[in-house]
């Protein structure tokens, strides 16, 4: 994939301009609550329509396919496809705030607390949790970012679509040990082609 995506689909300038208008809001929190109320505007746009690739999922793990990164704002978005119980472990975004939109589906989200860390090793308790269906969009907002997103249908696809801060090319993901422990471990994101 090449460092600036061109993506084209339906509605992809109405999309982006909305976007701009969020980011040009100001501090992280006002930014991140502009971006929810214009993602569920765009769900239900009919005029908005990712791309025909983000509908199909791929094999072994959830899909990630980057389909604009702003040249002025640095932000990027990305559609992700769940196929039927695909999911992440708990994970954080690198420092990066993102909110989410459901496209297609439902998804499980779960937010994780902080407990104290050792070293490599993290303790967290289960903050909330909510099952998020189309037209929905959420937000996180470090250092609250700690969070898992899983299908938990048995048969449907889902698909979300992300704005990150910046292009996210690896996170923290977090191994379970015992208890409420963890292990801590880098991980390097796959972006998916987009056909």
């Not at 094999?59 to 702003?70: F, Q, V």
């Not at 379970?176 to 082609?193: G, I, K, M, N, Q």
């Amino acid at each position: 994939m090449t460092d600036q995506p061109d993506i084209p689909f339906a509605g992809r300038e109405r999309l982006i301009a909305a976007v701009d208008a969020a980011v040009a809001a100001g501090d992280d929190h006002a930014v991140t609550s502009a971006l929810r109320s214009a993602m569920c505007a765009l769900i239900r746009d009919p005029a908005v329509e990712l791309p025909a690739c983000t509908q199909l999922p791929v094999d072994g793990h959830y899909a990630r396919r980057e389909l604009y990164r702003s040249p002025a704002h640095g932000y990027s978005v990305v559609a992700m496809t769940w196929a039927p119980g695909q999911g992440t472990p708990i994970h954080d975004h690198d420092g990066l705030w993102c909110v989410e939109g459901i496209w297609r589906g439902a998804l499980e989200i779960a937010q994780y607390e902080l407990l104290e860390s050792e070293g490599e090793r993290f303790r967290f308790r289960a903050a909330s949790g909510m099952q998020a269906g189309v037209g929905s969009a959420g937000s996180l907002i470090p250092p609250h970012e700690y969070h898992t997103i899983r299908n938990a249908s048995q048969d449907a696809v889902a698909v979300s679509l992300h704005v990150y801060q910046a292009p996210i090319v690896h996170c923290a993901r977090f191994r379970p040990e015992a208890d409420d422990w963890y292990l801590r471990y880098d991980a390097s994101l796959v972006v998916d082609t987009v056909d």
